[in-house]
């Protein structure tokens, strides 16, 4: 465009310049017409100039992308993430022995590492500090804690098998817990008490794609530690040197084939809930299956989970039988706010035989307000009731995060 | 004493993973097929979008960041545009192929999937949600069922989505 513009000035210059130069000395037919050819030899080698340019151009553009995308690459070899939640609790206690929940806490601290050896095989590791403070003395309520420590290899796009330190395939919660990523201020109390999440353990698993959108994951691990004073599902060694004298075995199959649905069930089986440390404890076995259903904006989330556990002394003590289920409907209005109800109720003392119900219950509601896609602040009631206890009831506030 | 308790189980797995086919990590298809197909095997040569000015701004707002690249390939033949676009899940970047006809989405693919969690979203029962989505300002005109655990992946499919919708529209209002 700009070429087609100086020749119309050079065309009109010359004849300008003819014309006033008339008076002078008229140039020849002859001579415009060459001066007209030089023009246009002129244009043509400005053209091929600026094609070569605008070839340049683009090939600098090409190269300049692939160094980026190159840098990308070499930076992402090494990533590093994390999540965090501080909760703000105003429980009062009603009833004998109940006493008020009143606290702030930063409850997780949490930072991810990981590292991408090959394509095919990586590190990934998860590492806590629970209530900001630890150390000795009750007023360093706090933890250190490995939580994850593995490497990760894929036999093939269908196989996967990870060895290390690893989250124990198991509930809805044990393995997703960014506090964006679920409603109410606390974890709800059933995939704490029934299933111990977070639950880690050591050992090697197997995750087999079986057809698409079902999944098979098998884990050999290490196990629980029951001990007499409580054969609680929530018996965690944390692989902390940990008895390894009973290994476990995990078996998940999960179903994701339909956008919006999960269906999963797990199975957990250990030799001897107790790693032979206690007399009258022996053999458990947890199952659990849950289900979760997102169409548009509704989503429910369900979810039981139980425990066997073999020995006199177990049966005794009335936690042969530990169990517990929630129901959570929530309604999600925009990207911003979303609400939830929740029932949930476990018994860690199912198996006893004494009259004294020992089944816990709780009602929940509440918001969350997502103030960042993974930046949530959360605001819950809820009403809890122990039998044979009391109730306890108030709210929570909560600030969580995840990058 | 777990391990002769469920070794059957335990041969019964490995035999499991012994069997299975070997294929390229991740890879689903390559660029060059999607394109081949997308365009009936006679696909037309690459246009290039260089993200600068107004469309890289744009780009920006509909990602939430800016795209990873100086320069976005395309290929257009007879009122259909197709897309190789990138887009990080959690820490890797996931390859999407998209095809726009008429301002909607024809089709998207998960290409190539790099990340450990949230490959659920390859499956076509997942990516068929996308078929016949427009933009909407700055949303896709449709919600998007989710999968548990892929939330991520999900929000990279929709941010490649939003980013090949305008792009294409800005290809057809600087063809008019």
């Given amino acids: ?403 | 004493m777990i391990l002769k308790r469920y070794s059957l189980l335990i041969i019964a797995t490995l035999l499991l993973v012994t069997v299975s086919s070997l294929f390229a990590r991740g890879i689903y298809q390559t660029d060059e097929d999607f394109i081949s197909e997308a365009f009936l095997k006679k696909p037309p040569e690459n246009g290039r979008i260089m993200l600068g000015g107004d469309v890289r701004k744009r780009v920006t707002s509909l990602l939430g960041h800016p795209y990873g690249g100086l320069i976005i390939k395309y290929w257009e033949k007879e009122g259909k545009t197709a897309w190789i676009l990138e887009e990080i899940g959690k820490t890797e970047p996931i390859t999407f192929g998209i095809i726009i006809k008429n301002s909607k989405i024809e089709k998207i693919k998960v290409l190539e999937f790099r990340e450990s969690r949230g490959w659920e979203i390859k499956y076509p029962a997942f990516t068929k949600q996308y078929n016949g989505v427009g933009l909407e300002g700055d949303k896709l005109d449709k919600n998007i069922d989710g999968v548990s655990g892929a939330t991520l992946s999900l929000w990279a499919m929709n941010g490649v989505s939003r980013v090949a919708l305008y792009l294409s529209q800005h290809l057809s209002n600087k063809s008019k």
């Fill in chain 1, 1 to 403: 465009m700009n070429i087609k513009k100086s020749l119309k000035g050079l065309v009109a210059l010359a004849i300008a310049g003819t014309f006033s130069a008339n008076a002078i000395a008229a140039p020849s037919n002859a001579e415009i017409f060459d001066m007209m050819q030089e023009m246009k030899k002129e244009l043509k080698n400005l053209k091929a100039e600026n094609n070569e340019l605008k070839g340049t151009v683009e090939e600098v553009a090409v190269s300049t992308d692939e160094a980026i995308k190159a840098q990308i690459k070499l930076a992402n070899k090494s990533s590093w993430g994390g999540y965090g939640e501080l909760h703000y609790n105003n429980l009062e206690g009603q009833g004998p022995g109940v006493s008020d929940t009143k606290k702030i806490d930063f409850h997780r601290f949490v930072l991810y590492f990981g590292h991408e050896f090959r394509d095919d095989l990586r590190f990934f590791s998860e590492f806590e500090l629970e209530h900001a403070l630890a150390g000795d003395g009750d007023d360093k309520p706090g933890e250190v804690e490995l939580e994850q420590a593995y490497i990760q290899y894929d036999y093939n796009d269908t196989t996967q098998v990870t060895g290390g330190l690893f989250l124990v395939p198991i509930g809805i919660m044990n393995e997703t817990h960014e506090p964006d990523t679920f409603y109410g201020v606390e974890r709800n109390t059933v995939e704490k008490n029934i299933i111990p999440t977070t639950w880690w353990e050591a050992g090697v698993m197997v995750k087999k794609e079986l057809k698409p959108g079902l999944t098979l994951d098998v884990a050999l691990t290490s196990g629980l530690k029951g001990t007499s004073s409580a054969f609680k599902a929530r018996s965690r060694q944390k692989v902390a040197n940990a008895k390894a004298n009973s290994g476990a075995m995990t078996t998940r199959l999960k179903y994701t084939a339909i956008p919006g649905l999960e269906v999963a069930a797990s199975l957990f089986m250990q030799t001897d809930f107790c790693q032979g440390q206690v007399v009258g404890c022996g053999a458990a076995t947890a199952f659990e299956t849950h289900a979760i259903y997102k169409k548009d904006k509704f989503q429910l989330r369900a979810l039981y989970a139980g425990w066997n556990i073999d020995g006199d002394a177990v049966k005794a003590a009335g936690a042969d039988k530990q169990n517990g289920y929630y129901l959570e409907p929530s309604y999600r209005f925009n990207d911003k706010w979303g609400a939830f109800a929740r029932y949930e109720t476990y018994d860690n003392k199912d198996g006893s035989t004494s009259t004294a119900d020992t089944e816990v219950k709780a009602r929940s509601i509440g918001f969350n307000y997502w103030i960042d896609p993974t930046v949530v602040a959360k605001f819950d009631y809820v009403d809890q009731s122990k039998a044979n206890e009391g109730d306890k009831d108030g709210i929570n506030i909560g600030l969580g995060y995840s990058f």
